[in-house]
């Protein structure tokens, strides 16, 4: 084959990346867009799994709030109905009955004040760490919605450059129509077509070749591609 020195490296890079494309050689790898996104998508779970506890307090303590709030209005019911039957009782006995339920009813309404203040408190701080547990989620599920965007140029972009058959096409465009059906006649006859050869076995066939063969190879003219004794294969020599 009659080939110049610069295009053998070609034709040794179409014949590796045909053989690469029958092997199905495309195989997933996981990039570092993808493992970034399921990072950020954990994150954004456990930090969702956050907000929703946090949110769960808040409404524990609401409701502990409107307990606090409805013993409060009962007990003050009390106090009134024992102040107006104190007002109208003159029994003695009964009085100081009265009189204990009256001050029994007013001791819980001020356990209940200092119950609800606390709640209170309470209540101001728990709402202000699920608002920060909810701004975390929004910070997380941008960055979830970056990285997808991410993800998917960087998909965009390796198809582009990593379709083997749009590497084979250019490879092939470079090559002459004659060099080329050569190339395809020896691929058709071996499977391997081209191959690279170390100066003592062929890249193609794995055999060491005789020293008569090496020296074959190593006087063929620089514009021309040897091939294999053993199997046929164009043998590239300098990559160099
Ligand atoms: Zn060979």
Redesign the pocket.
Known sequence: MKLEQPLQKVLLDLSTALRAQAAGGNAKTTSPEQDALDVAVSEQTRLRDAASAAQMAVDDMENEILRIQSDERKLRRRKKDGQDALGAETDENRRRDLSHDVYTAKSRIADLMSELQEAHNEIHALRNNRDLAQSRVKDAERKVAEAREAVAEAEAKSQEAEDPAVVIAALEEQLPDAALAEFRAQRLE?G?GA?LFNGR???????V?SASGIAEIRNTPKGEVP???????Y?ITDIS
């Open positions: 071996n391997v191959a076995s062929c890249g193609g066939c794995a055999m070749l091939q294999c004794p053993e199997c046929g294969s043998l």
